[in-house]
């Protein structure tokens, strides 16, 4: 059955040989209208299946692994070794007064969820071709579910973060309660891009072997293994059109308050994110009837 987004049930016409009997109903399925006609009822309507996708690609994960969820601890933290003996050490890269290695689990936290998020949901759909050609369902649950099924990794090195700022004696302070909206931002992030990834890696098989590149490229102009304080003033605004720049930032000003992020990074960030995601949906929106005919 073709792509489409709202189906409206009637009841078949009757004759007078079956007066009496149980009516009939059919569906009838209509193509969705405009580009951004969300429809969210539909998407709270199919929540099941968006918790049974979550599910499942968490389970596949780490299906026949020795460490399991493990891995979403030694990930961060090995990474956090690396920079803090290149970065930190040798190349003695400030950290805005905060112990490099906080400092940079800090930014890798944030940015290792987008990063699974950006791998997972490009190739989402094409993944999910036999589903998404047979069965009908919002498919924006399918790039939703690989961004959502990062936050078990998320929230398990999320808790190392904390014990290891323990142990250095750093007690977040009253802007911990920032951290749900810094969360939030990093997941619209992605979520935003893997709108983009996901829709045209149906049309542009290529799009997937871009990803490699661009996700090793995006993490070096973040301020992940160095602080914002680096760039000269002139060059702000340019920087923060990167969205995960005011992501880390915000993650960061959240766990140390005003020592080591930039409001404004994150204000305009945070504009560029919510473009890019209202972008990425309306053109998810535009080709998704497309998929099923090309998945």
Not at 93 to 104: C, K, L, Q, W
Not at 141 to 152: D, K, Q
Not at 256 to 264: E, I, K, M
Request: net charge positive; glycine share 6%.
């Amino acid at each position: 059955m073709a792509d489409s987004e709202q189906s409206v049930t009637i009841p078949a016409a009757i004759s007078s040989e079956s007066l009496g009997a149980p009516i009939v109903h059919r569906t009838v399925i209509r193509p969705s209208r405009g580009w951004v006609a969300l429809n969210l009822g539909e998407l709270w309507a199919y929540r099941e299946l968006l918790f049974f996708l979550t599910w499942r690609d968490i389970k596949v994960r780490y299906k026949q692994t020795v460490l399991g969820a493990l891995w979403a601890v030694l990930q961060p933290v090995l990474t956090m070794a690396v920079f803090s003996v290149f970065f930190g050490r040798l190349a003695k890269m400030p950290s805005d007064g905060i112990p490099y290695p906080i400092f940079a689990l800090s930014g890798l936290l944030p940015w290792q969820l987008f990063a699974y998020a950006l791998a997972q949901s490009s190739n989402s759909i094409v993944a999910n071709k036999n589903l998404v050609s047979k069965v009908y369902f919002p498919r924006l649950i399918v790039p939703l579910a690989s961004v959502l099924s990062g936050l078990v990794d998320f929230a398990i090195a999320f808790a190392v973060l904390l014990a290891v700022m323990l142990y250095y004696g750093i007690i977040p302070g009253l802007a911990l309660v920032a951290i749900p909206f810094a969360i939030l931002l990093a997941v619209v992030t992605a979520l935003a891009v893997g709108l983009w990834l996901s829709a045209l890696n149906v049309k542009y098989r290529d799009v997937q072997y871009t990803i490699p590149f661009l996700s090793q490229f995006w993490m070096f102009v973040t301020p992940i293994a160095y602080p914002t304080s680096l760039i000269p003033e002139r060059f702000r605004v340019l920087y923060g059109l990167n969205p995960m720049s005011g992501v880390v930032e915000c993650f960061r000003w959240a766990l140390f308050g005003h020592r080591s992020a930039s409001l404004f990074l994150i204000a305009l960030s945070s504009i560029v994110v919510i473009v890019a995601f209202v972008g990425g949906l309306a053109y998810f929106r535009k080709v998704e009837k497309t998929f099923a005919d090309l998945a």
